[in-house]
């Protein structure tokens, strides 16, 4: 059974940063990041392709957020800059199984993998 761990949340200040990592049991191609608000539904955050060449962002964090991997260590990662109250939220890794190397899913149901979250307050 493949595993996902996420890391890196935790209080930011408004205006501050986050890099969050996943760290995964094993190869995976298309990865992404979701988030969870309180009462609201999951949304998608950004996302990656396995050879990382393809990236999409989500409205509300393009031109604020970074997403990597380390295929070699088999390793995603998140870095949020100018964080706002808005960001707060439990932030969810995921990953698919499928063998396809240059693209990526906004769709949740595209993935086979999730993590157990971690989470992000951006607060004063």
């Known amino acids: 059974q493949v595993q996902l761990v996420e890391s890196g949340g935790g209080l930011v200040l408004p205006g501050g940063s986050l890099k969050l990592s996943c760290a995964a049991s094993g190869p995976m191609y298309a990865m992404g990041w979701f988030r969870q608000a309180p009462g609201k539904d999951r949304k998608f955050v950004a996302g990656?392709?396995?050879?990382?060449?393809?990236?999409d962002y989500s409205d509300f964090v393009k031109d604020r957020a970074a997403i990597t991997r380390n295929n070699a260590q088999d390793t995603l990662y998140l870095q949020m800059d100018n964080l706002k109250p808005g960001d707060t939220a439990i932030y969810y890794c995921a990953a698919d199984s499928d063998e396809y190397y240059t693209i990526t899913f906004r769709d949740p149901n595209e993935y086979d993998y999730w993590g157990q979250g971690t989470q992000v307050t951006v607060s004063s």
């Open positions: 990656i392709s396995r050879n990382g060449g393809h990236t």
